[in-house]
């Protein structure tokens, strides 16, 4: 069956099997290979992306459901060389080790802000529960999304 997505702005088309996943077609068919599979349950959150800007494990839904839908996946977060300020958190807190988990990590703390710029660090908790870090122990990625809120809202505030 032909499925088509918005993915990171652009339309784009793939043949798949009714039964593809969501993260297979990102990354197969799509060439997409910043999400990240990993535990094959829905349990480590490697897979995260963003479906009309909410945070979705893409090994838990088909491909064939996400038509028609905007997806966000972590090679869209940069504006060219501009890194999304949740990107540029991660690197000046620490908040990735080994990287597997960072893209939906990232995706996560992204709609997190999208929806609260300012959020405490017990909603911080609570938007990146479903996902799973075996290196970091949490506390950059902590300070990295509080330290994106902060440049987030720096920058507003100086463009206003």
């Known amino acids: 069956m032909q499925v088509t997505v918005?993915?990171?702005g652009e339309e784009r088309s793939a043949e798949v099997e009714p039964r593809t996943l969501l993260v297979h077609?990102?990354?197969d068919d799509l060439d997409l290979t910043g999400t990240h599979w990993g535990c094959?349950?829905?349990?480590?959150?490697?897979?995260?992306v963003l479906v009309d800007g909410e945070p979705v494990k893409s090994c838990t839904m088909l491909a064939a459901t996400a038509a028609g839908h905007e997806i966000s996946t972590v090679e869209g977060m940069a504006d060219g060389a501009e890194l999304d300020p949740v990107q540029q958190g991660f690197i000046e807190c620490h908040g990735l080790q080994c990287g597997f988990c960072t893209p939906g990590m990232m995706l996560a703390a992204r709609a997190l802000l999208n929806r609260n710029p300012d959020p405490?660090?017990?909603e911080i908790r609570e938007a990146i529960a479903g996902q799973i870090c075996r290196c970091t122990g949490y506390s950059n990625i902590?300070?990295?999304?509080?330290?994106?809120?902060?440049?987030?809202?720096?920058t507003t505030t100086q463009g206003a």
């Not at 094959?40 to 995260?48: M, Y």
């Not at 902590?142 to 720096?154: G, S």
């Open 40 to 48: 094959d349950t829905s349990n480590c959150g490697a897979c995260v």
């Open 142 to 154: 902590i300070r990295a999304v509080r330290w994106a809120a902060a440049h987030e809202a720096t």
């Open 120 to 122: 405490s660090e017990v």
């Open 25 to 27: 077609f990102i990354r």
């Open 6 to 8: 918005t993915i990171n």
